[in-house]
């Protein structure tokens, strides 16, 4: 592990947008040892998480929750917000790698557009979510939080479906955790995930990660709403959905959800 001290740019020191996706593409990213560390080192575990997108584990109580609605799915309306969550102290988390560096950086990286966030309310508030870094056909995900049950799968459950439809290859989830494993991820040596990452960063996905939300939820209620995204191919997704869903109107895109992962279960 490489450790430095990151450049500083105004008030808040920030890794360089080209540093981050070039060390993404070659299968390292940044951590730190804790919140107020001002220092990064750069990570490439010898063996990799992935989730591949055709093995995600809905189970029967995550697919019924999926169709119940319960939770209110948005991709990048809130993404600071996401982060800090994921950042904040938990009872079996004391202390966070995500320093302020890391989450300035992933902001500003966000704001030009390689970062996407999922975020899960209730009732408006935010109780769930993940963030992670697009390249190409790849999807890093770098942390998730819940604050309500199975708040963290409907998200995940949310990010493996828009990356299905988006033509996504690769979900990269770093370390293997018990809860991970649970939905589906798996180990790999750190060979075979390089030679997967080059296949997957040879060309760009059918869509981006707003607009197959967009897409999505055109086709699950007649309406896209609810995706940051300015660009002129969201806003093609948003039409494209909402006529492609006119006849679809009474299927949840939750639903939509579960019926694709038991479809292929």
């Known amino acids: 592990m490489l450790k430095l001290l990151a450049m500083a740019r105004s008030d808040v020191s920030i890794i360089a947008p080209e540093m981050l996706l070039l060390a993404y593409r070659s299968g390292v990213f940044p951590m730190a040892d804790s919140r107020e560390d001002t220092e990064i080192f750069w990570v490439e575990p010898r063996k990799r998480a992935i989730l591949p997108l055709d093995g995600f584990h809905c189970s029967r109580s995550l697919a019924k929750v999926l169709k119940s609605g319960r939770f209110t799915v948005t991709v990048d309306t809130d993404f600071a917000a996401v982060v800090e969550a994921c950042a904040a102290p938990r009872p079996d988390h004391p ?3 995500i320093n ?28 769930g979510g993940l963030y992670g870094v697009a390249i190409e056909r790849v999807f890093c995900g770098e942390s998730m939080f819940s604050t309500t049950r199975d708040a963290s799968k409907v998200a995940l459950a949310w990010l493996v ?8 290859r690769l979900l990269d989830c770093q370390f293997m ?4 494993a649970s939905l589906g991820a798996v180990e790999i040596a750190r060979a075979d995930y390089l030679a997967r990452l080059a296949q997957a960063c040879a ?4 869509l981006t990660l707003p607009e197959a939300y967009c897409e999505l939820v055109g086709d699950g209620a007649g309406v896209a709403v609810g995706a ?3 660009s002129a191919g969201a806003a093609d997704a948003r039409g494209r959905g909402a006529a492609e869903g006119a006849d679809n109107a009474s299927s949840s895109p939750g639903k939509l959800i579960a019926q694709s992962f038991t479809q292929t279960s």
């Open 95 to 97: 202390e966070t790698w």
């Open 100 to 127: 302020h560096t890391i989450a300035a950086s992933y902001r500003n990286l966000h704001a030009l557009g390689h970062a996407h966030s999922v975020e899960c309310r209730i009732d408006g508030k935010l109780v």
């Open 161 to 168: 479906a828009l990356m299905r439809r988006a033509g996504y």
């Open 177 to 180: 955790t018990d809860h991970l």
């Open 203 to 206: 060309e760009p996905p059918r």
């Open 228 to 230: 940051a995204s300015g």
